[in-house]
């Protein structure tokens, strides 16, 4: 009797992780959560920064100085500051005073994602012994282990390292005033693009999820956040 194919499994793990990646991509496109922020840097890895100290980012607008001069004064400009670097070193991590940082990576070499802790080592040590270790190691998280054996989405990667951390009681949970602070041209972009994150959390969750009932709250307010935006966006234009 045959055993399976090697090759077949390569090919389901490497459609998986692109998968994820692909999920790691959309993620770090997103911005306006009150407990953490996220990006990619480089191919296969997503910086996950979570807030810690009551921090809370100060918007920073992404399109283009030069464009955005063309709809307001330059008071008006002064309050978004660009963005901050997205393509640090590890090292740079280690200084964080008001986030703690991880790394999430699918590198194709493991063909599986994992996640390392990348900044204060000894805080979580002490508050989640048997999770963190002293070396670099990747994290044992649980859905870091279920990922090999079942379909396991990043959000709920997401979820279990906010809760870990912070432990809010909705680790989605939107930062409304940060959004609102934005230029409209981005707010409009941005509140669709979380209305689609938030309502495939929703879709995606098992029922006895605590937080999915907040989740489904924040999609409510989201709904007309976004419609909102889209007729300020179209009056705007008409002007």
């Known amino acids: 009797m045959l055993g399976p194919d090697p090759n077949r499994e390569l090919l389901k793990d490497s459609t998986r992780l692109a998968a994820f990646l692909q999920e790691c991509l959309a993620l770090g496109s997103l ?26 980012p100060k918007p920073s607008a992404l399109m283009p100085k030069d464009v955005l001069g063309k709809y307001y004064t330059r008071n008006k400009l ?15 991590f280690r200084q964080e005073k008001n986030k703690i940082m991880f790394l999430v990576a699918g590198y194709a070499k493991y063909r599986c994602p994992y996640v390392w802790l990348r900044s204060h080592h000894e805080q979580l040590i002490r508050a989640q012994p048997g999770h963190i270790e ?18 396991v989405s990043l959000w709920e990667m997401v979820a279990e390292i906010v809760t870990m951390t912070s432990n809010p009681k909705n680790p989605f949970q939107l930062d409304f005033d940060y959004i609102d602070k934005l230029p409209i041209e981005e707010s409009v972009l941005l509140t669709g693009s979380l209305l689609a994150f938030l309502e495939s959390v929703w879709i995606q969750a098992n029922p006895s999820i605590a937080f999915l009932d907040d989740v489904h709250a924040e999609i409510q307010v989201l709904q007309s956040k976004h419609i909102e935006n889209m007729y300020a966006y179209s009056l705007k234009n008409k002007n």
């Open 134 to 151: 002293e070396d670099d190691n990747p994290l044992q998280l649980q859905k870091t282990n279920e990922w090999k054996i079942s379909n």
């Open 31 to 56: 911005r306006g959560f009150k407990h953490f922020e996220s990006f990619v840097r480089g191919r296969e890895e997503l910086v996950l920064c979570i807030y810690t100290n009551n921090y809370t």
């Open 78 to 92: 002064s309050q978004w500051q660009s963005p901050e670097s997205q393509s640090p070193l590890d090292e740079d």
